[in-house]
């Protein structure tokens, strides 16, 4: 790790027209996370140490996430959207506190690694003054376009700026830049907007550098994590290769996925070694499965730590604030909410529980459901370990059952059930021999009468 100083902007104030959304572009999702989010959380495994957000004016879930994220970074408003070198300058009072390598990188280019963002570093401990990194594709439409004259980066050319054999170029701007910090402002304030667009161009700083006599070089990095988001299409493509990376990264740690296409993660899913996950199976932000467990076919995750050994599905849903200790089972149109299942605690068939305890090797029979909610507020529901609870029972809550109680099948649980107790909530089973003997000789009679 380099003992130099960092100063990374992040640019984020675009409106994203192309998006045609009503939320800023840098709060669109990749994995469930704002593409922003993504390249704050490069930033801090890259181990910058000061990030600068350029925001645009009233853009408050933006700094919201901005500080929740990394809680010592500063936001600055760029209040007229005059081009991304306009953007960074917005930035001044974070760049007059000289750091010795400044990183500019895109709130659109979601899938930089860290990886990437320390070459690109490395070069200017190298010697360079400005280090552009770059990436070849077959599809270069809408990127700026790096010129390259005896292996030395001389420009980057605008597609709206782009001469037709200029555009034919695949070598293109993924946009994140490294300044050597001495020669960041300077290069920055140099910049005019006189181009196509009228816009201060970040990409300028390459030709004015050059002129300067300065060291300029450019780094290749990959077409994946170089991508920039521009439009919905752009954002489906990305989410793609998303998804692909986060199947390879599960199967390089030891995972089995028996359809990896088919298994959707979320940028923070944290699977052990020795978990098979089934086919589409869904995963929400906020699950942690341990070792050994396995999660069936068509399940949907989301805000959940999965125990152990534990078996999660078919079909089942597990909500935030699910906790499952070890060996538990939750099993087929099972939704649990906010609940707890201690060791071994089973629930295996069409039951809801939610704000609820479920102790240790305690069975939930099925159709049994927590009522929760009564309209107005939630309620707990506490059960003990090594309880029973009959199928089609109704537990109403706030409700505790203590340990090792039994309910019996089809009751209507209404107050507490003490330890090693067993609770009746169901009318008396009555039987009358013959009756439907009867019944059924007279409706037929009465029936006869009517034709
Ligand atoms: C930019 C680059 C282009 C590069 C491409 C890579 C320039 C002039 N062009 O084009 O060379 O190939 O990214 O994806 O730099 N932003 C602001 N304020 C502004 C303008 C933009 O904060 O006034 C932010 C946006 O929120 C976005 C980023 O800067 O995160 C890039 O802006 P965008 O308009 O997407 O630039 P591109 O046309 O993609
Ligand atoms: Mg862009």
């Known amino acids: 790790m380099t003992t130099r100083s960092c100063l990374s902007i992040v640019l984020a104030a675009g409106l994203g027209t192309r998006m045609k959304s009503n939320l800023p572009k840098v709060m669109h999702e990749v994995g469930g996370l ?109 990127y700026g376009r790096l010129l390259i004259e005896n292996g030395r980066l001389k420009a980057i050319r605008e597609e709206k700026d782009a001469s037709d054999e200029e555009r034919r170029i695949t070598y293109c701007n993924s946009g994140i830049m490294g300044f050597s910090g001495k020669h960041a402002l300077g290069l920055l304030e140099a910049i005019g907007n006189d181009n196509a667009k009228g816009e201060y161009y970040l990409t300028d700083a390459v030709e004015i550098a050059n002129r300067n006599g300065l060291k300029v070089v450019a780094v290749k990095g990959t077409e994946i994590e170089t991508q920039g988001i521009n439009t919905r299409a752009q954002l489906a493509s990305c989410e793609a290769d998303f998804q692909a990376l986060q199947r390879r990264g599960a199967l390089e740690n030891g995972c089995t996925l ?116 009564d309209g107005y507020l939630k309620h707990r529901t506490e059960i003990g370990a090594g309880s029973f609870v009959g199928s089609n029972s109704t537990l109403v809550a706030p409700v505790k059952l203590g340990n090792a109680s039994f309910v019996a099948a089809g009751s209507v649980i209404t107050e507490d059930v003490l330890k090693d107790s067993m609770a009746f909530g169901r009318a008396r089973q009555t039987v009358k021999e013959g009756k439907a003997k009867q019944l059924r000789a007279r409706l037929q009679s009465a029936k006869d009468a009517k034709s």
């Open 34 to 142: 704002p593409l922003v989010g993504h390249v704050i959380k490069a930033l801090s495994a890259a181990g910058s140490e000061r990030i600068s957000v350029v925001t645009g004016p009233d853009m408050p879930a933006l700094e919201q996430l901005v500080f929740k994220m990394a809680p010592m970074a500063r936001c600055y408003v760029q209040t007229e959207r005059l081009g991304t070198a306009h953007a960074v300058l917005a930035a001044k009072p974070a760049l007059e506190f000289e750091a010795d390598d400044v990183l500019v990188l895109f709130g659109d280019t979601p899938l930089v690694s860290a990886g990437t963002v320390s070459r690109v570093r490395k070069a200017l401990e190298n010697g360079a003054d400005l280090a552009v990194l770059g990436f070849e594709t077959r599809r270069p439409h809408g």
């Open 258 to 373: 028996l359809a990896p296409s088919t298994v959707y993660f979320s940028h923070d899913t944290d699977l052990s070694v020795d978990v098979t996950v089934e086919q589409n199976v869904v995963f929400g932000p906020g699950v942690q499965v341990a070792k050994g467990a396995r999660i069936r076919a068509f399940s949907h995750l989301e805000g959940a730590q999965v125990g152990e050994g534990s078996v999660v599905g078919p079909y089942a849903r597990l909500r935030p604030g699910t906790v499952l200790g070890t060996d538990t089972k939750v099993g087929n149109f099972v939704e649990v909410k906010n609940a707890t299942f201690g060791a071994g605690a089973k629930a295996n068939h069409l039951s809801y529980i939610g704000d609820a305890s479920v102790g240790s090797k305690s069975n939930i029979g099925a159709g049994t459901i927590t009522c929760n909610y």
